[in-house]
């Protein structure tokens, strides 16, 4: 006797119901779908705000007040393309930036490719976990080495989940992480809101004097990350294996023998399927990269409403100082929360993001535990010099600058290429507005690298 369909009752109507019900009971199913591809680029978001941003835009609402806040907007817009593209190669192709770098370039080709992205990744886990270390110190005075080693094991426990609970449950929890910077960043308006028009004022373009102009350079041409470029993919590639993996098993619940079910869902979607997915990653792009852009713009309405004029605001300890004698202890404790939150976050990201790059460049799987352990040790060994941190989060921000041309023109070229992406290769319009922003950023990252060596 065969089993009853129990899923396919529950969920489905049944075959004598009204065609206007049926289709009704589809398109709730594939609106239900769509909303549990969401998740990626939320992960991907945290490189916007982690602990090197911070300083940056507490710095440029306290000397500028509200005249930067269209770079911020720009540089968000910028990003929406740049992730997008990303995730738009691991779904139509199956395969990370890395991998599809790792099967072009020569044994030579990888190794040295691999060199300098791992420098990055590097870069990137030392700014983080600095800006967990200084959350420490700042919301329980615990030492800066200390503080760092506490937050590389957070990020252990939390790149645990990943291995033993899978992919969405660790994008459930750096998801909560967001939530929680969200709220720690942005509880000072509540408490001190801006001036609406002043905002508004903002958002036309215009610089005032030379500080301005570096200073928005260092805003837009560290907007992008490049160890976020090559883990969208990466996350978007996993991401379509695992609802080809859930498909399977509705195939199998509906009835279907195993070797039907497996022909079912094919290895590589179909062009519905791919453009489904697609659907879904625009709409998880764009809604992660308002709220990371939202954080980031709340930080600086901040400073340009309650730290007009206020000096020692280049350092996130400075800032904190600054913001509790301005709004009070209960705001700087919310702002200290969230600048734990984003490090813990950002640096199981950035070790996620690392492993995802050794693998795909040098076919080399190593456990994102011993990466963890392997790219913690340099941020320990900085944090117990006498080297200020905020001096080291911006050496670090100079490092991942010499990364970026290096991530950015591979992704602009591969996703434009006919033979890998097919139909879904970048139209005109897409081809000219990301070369356009990849030439952008990488102006701005070498201004950025200029400025810095020449002072």
Known sequence: ?????????????????????????????RQARLVTLLGPAFVAAIAYVDPGNVAANLTAGARFGYLLVWVLVAANVMAVLVQYLSAKLGVVTGRSLPEVLGERLSRRGRIAYWVQAEVVAMATDVA??????????????????????????VSMLVLTVQQRRGQRVFETVVT???????????????????????VLGGLVPRLDGPESVLLAASMLGATVMPHAIYLHSSLARDRVRHDARVQRRHALAAGAGEGEGDEAVPATPSPPVVRRLLLATRWD???ALVLAGGVNIAMLLLAAANLPGRTGTDSIEGAHAAIES?????????????????????TSVGAYAGAEIMSGLLHVRVSLLTRRLVTLVPAILLLATSISPTWLLVVSQVVLSFGIPFAM???????????LLGSFRNGLATQVASWAVAAVIVA????????TFTG
């Open 326 to 346: 301005s709004l009070g202890p209960a705001v700087a404790v919310l702002f200290g929360v969230g600048l734990l939150a984003s490090g813990l976050a950002s």
């Open 176 to 198: 909560s992480m967001l939530a929680v910077l969200t709220v720690g960043f942005c509880a000072g308006l509540f408490f001190a809101p801006p001036d609406l028009g002043a």
């Open 285 to 287: 792009v764009v809604a």
């Open 444 to 451: 701005l990252n070498v201004a950025l690298l200029w400025l």
């Open 409 to 419: 023109i591979p992704l602009v070229r591969i996703t434009r290429d006919a033979g």
């Open 128 to 153: 983080e976990v600095i800006g967990g270390a200084i959350a420490l110190h700042l919301l329980f005075g615990v030492p800066l080495v200390l503080g760092g080693i506490i937050t590389g094991v």
């Open 1 to 29: 006797m065969s089993r009853p369909n129990l899923a396919r009752t529950a969920e489905a109507p049944p075959d004598d119901a009204p065609p206007t019900r049926r289709r009704a009971s589809r398109g709730g199913a």
